[in-house]
């Protein structure tokens, strides 16, 4: 039982150039979010899914895009990256309703765009 | 209104002392306020949590105090050790559906052996 694991782990860009970060978890969750974590910001929520084929907007949305194709994977794409958008990227999964109360977050993706 | 005012920023403790990290709200309908523990280089991961019908939670040397009034929480950290060095996150959320997280900015707890 892998948990929640995120790829790449770290990844150098450079202004413009697109990436995905992929998100997988094995424990059958309904809900996946994606988030930045940025020094003295906390944890930013950028876009989330309530099941397979749906997404909605988190706090900090642009610039990303995201795709929950399949219930165990998360996609979160950024098409033209900049340097703001250098930070560590987690993603998170939770069961629906009440266990959406506690979300299990993966290791993370350190991205630097230079 | 959906903030969460997190402090300190750090933290320095001597081994065995008591740690308090303190968070404060404004939306009224929060319901759930967890505390999330991460250690460097790992993702953040749940430690305690709190409803606001109840004034105080403890898991070990973990406590949790609501004060649904002042719409404050704390996490206090007895005989605190250097294993407990980690960032700490308070969060709200809200039953709304998809009981999404607001996070406070974190504060960096270091315990000196």
């Known amino acids: 039982n892998a948990g929640v694991t995120q790829t790449p782990k770290f990844r150098v860009l450079k202004t413009g150039q697109s990436m995905t970060l992929l998100c997988a978890q094995d424990?059958?969750?309904?809900?996946m979010y994606w988030y930045r974590q940025d020094p003295g910001m906390g944890l930013r929520l950028i876009h989330y899914?309530?099941?397979?084929?749906?997404?909605a907007k988190g706090e900090v949305p642009d610039g990303y895009n995201v795709s929950r194709l399949k219930k165990q994977n998360f996609l979160l794409g950024l098409e033209s990256a900049a340097p703001s958008q250098t930070s560590v990227y987690f993603c998170?999964?939770?069961?629906?309703?009440?266990?959406?109360?506690?979300?299990?977050f993966g290791p993370g993706t350190r991205l630097t765009v230079l | 209104q959906q903030q969460v005012k997190q402090s300190p920023q750090s933290l320095i403790v001597q081994k065995g002392g008591i740690s308090i990290i303190n968070c404060a709200y404004e939306?009224?309908?929060?319901?759930?306020f967890p505390w999330y523990q991460q250690f460097p280089g790992k993702g953040p991961a749940l430690l305690i949590a709190?409803?606001?019908?109840?004034s105080e939670k403890k898991e070990g040397r973990f406590t949790i105090s609501f004060n649904k009034s002042a719409k404050q929480f704390s996490l206090h950290i007895m005989d605190s050790q250097p294993g407990d060095s980690a960032t700490y996150f308070c969060?709200?959320?809200?039953?709304?559906?998809?009981?999404?997280?607001?996070f406070g900015t974190g504060t960096r707890l270091k315990v000196l052996a």
């Open positions: 998170a999964s939770s069961y629906s309703g009440q266990g959406a109360r506690e979300q299990f």
């Open positions: 424990m059958n969750h309904e809900y």
């Open positions: 899914s309530v099941g397979e084929g749906t997404t």
């Open positions: 939306n009224t309908a929060f319901d759930y």
């Open positions: 709190i409803r606001p019908d109840v």
């Open positions: 969060a709200a959320s809200i039953a709304s559906g998809t009981y999404k997280y607001i």
